[in-house]
């Protein structure tokens, strides 16, 4: 009889532990609304204080289910809204979550051989795994929808291009430009555009070791990709990168990628193999021959940023200066976490550019930054001179180097 008064006793005590749902309180201690960004809660803790192990949703105070994601390092997320200097209340609890529209994801585009790009419902970026150029791609978005597959299966319309083809072997190479110009993605049909240049630069955000005399220890293209993460509210790929001679060592590079729905920037976690010492290491934006001057930058407040004019040469003459005002402008920068050495602007004229704006930072065993990019034609954003791109900059900075304070309780 005691035995069974034990056990008995023992379910009653699980059944406390076992809590329907956890609360968890976000806390915004900046002077500014904290929307859509996303809030990790360790998945480990959550399920400790369920009880189980069971599929989890998240609702919002009034119980409302919001979209959420579990990640590959153990975490599940959901978009948050936060006022200044205020808290918002959610609930995490067991359910089968609902069938959430994607967000955030990429892939390797083998329409273009070794292409991978990645994109959310505000930016889309693109690396390539050959040629020259090592830095970050972009595409200007003026549409919440997620566009790469639709952009990349039009560009390669095999019979459309046959066309255009046949109609310049006949010598009609006017009528041949303009239906090459009613699918190519360099033209904005309505929803956005490629018309960023990258070549052998860093491009929008992309990272560098510093040489002993200053100069960019410029990247290789990616060799190897693994997608962690494909949405839908979250997307990250692992970099490698194939291993350079750097201050006498040989060394290998990973970078690990992350876009989160409603973000205008990706975060960068990167690591080196082989290195023995602290090194510098920088992350920054190119500096195009169209626009030399057109940059701001702040060691102390964490940011650089660019306004960049495009790039029309891939348009016909005929067509060039006429085509050449859909571009817009294109806003590019990079945050910084951490504390930086310096922000500066590297020289590198290689034709396409006259340098790099910069931070600098020290190395030892990992390195975090963000990149990111607007533009000027997408109506919901409102990035429409430098100094709103600068002063959103300014706000990025400040927001991830006072995170959102996260506390769990039954």
Not at 110 to 127: K, P, Q, S
Not at 140 to 151: F, G, Q, R, V
Not at 346 to 360: E, F, L, R, S, Y
Request: charged share 25%; hydrophobic share 35%.
């Amino acid at each position: 009889m005691r035995k069974v008064i034990l056990m008995a006793a023992a379910l009653a005590a699980n059944s406390v532990l076992a809590a329907d749902d956890v609360t968890v309180n976000v806390t915004n201690t900046t002077p500014m609304a904290r929307v859509n960004e996303m809030v990790e809660v360790s998945l480990t803790e959550v399920r400790g204080k369920l009880g189980h192990d069971a599929t989890l949703i998240v609702t919002d105070a009034d119980g409302n289910e919001i979209p959420s994601q579990v990640t590959h390092d153990g975490k599940i997320i959901f978009q948050t809204g936060v006022p200044a200097k205020g808290k918002s209340v959610y609930h995490i609890r067991k359910g089968e979550p609902a069938n959430y529209e994607t967000k955030a994801k990429g892939r390797l585009f083998t329409e273009r051989g070794d292409e991978f790009g990645w994109e959310n419902d505000c930016v889309a970026f693109r690396i390539y795994g050959h040629g020259a150029a090592s830095g970050y791609d972009l595409f200007n978005k003026s549409t919440d929808e997620l566009m790469l597959d639709y952009w990349y299966a039009s560009e390669q319309n095999q019979e459309m291009r046959n066309v255009s083809r046949q109609l310049a072997e006949r010598g009609y190479q006017d009528l041949a430009d303009q239906v090459y110009n009613a699918f190519c993605y360099h033209i904005d049909h309505g929803k956005g555009m490629d018309c960023y240049t990258v070549g052998p630069t860093l491009g929008c955000g992309a990272n560098a070791l510093v040489n002993k005399d200053g100069s960019l220890c410029m990247p290789k293209c990616y060799k190897k990709y693994e997608i962690l993460d494909n949405g839908p509210l979250r997307f990250t790929v692992r970099l490698t990168y194939p291993a350079i001679d750097y201050q006498g060592a040989k060394i290998e590079e990973t970078r690990v990628v992350t876009l989160d729905a409603g973000s205008q920037f990706n975060k960068v976690s990167v690591s080196y193999a082989g290195l023995s010492s602290s090194v510098n290491i920088a992350s920054g934006v190119v500096i195009h021959k169209q626009n030399p001057t057109a940059y701001v930058m702040s060691k102390d407040n964490g940011y650089v940023g660019y306004e960049d004019l495009g790039d029309a040469s891939v348009y016909n003459k005929k067509y060039r200066d006429e085509l050449s005002q859909q571009m817009g402008k294109i806003y590019v920068g990079t945050v910084y976490p951490g504390k930086l050495s310096e922000t500066s602007v590297k020289d590198m004229n290689n034709g396409i550019a006259v340098g790099h704006a910069v931070g600098t930072a020290t190395y030892s065993e990992g390195y975090t930054y963000y990149f990111g990019t607007g533009w000027s034609k997408n109506p919901a954003t409102g990035f429409d001179s430098l100094a709103k791109w600068e002063a959103h900059l300014s706000d990025k900075a400040k927001k991830v180097r006072n995170p959102l304070r996260i506390k769990i309780k039954k």
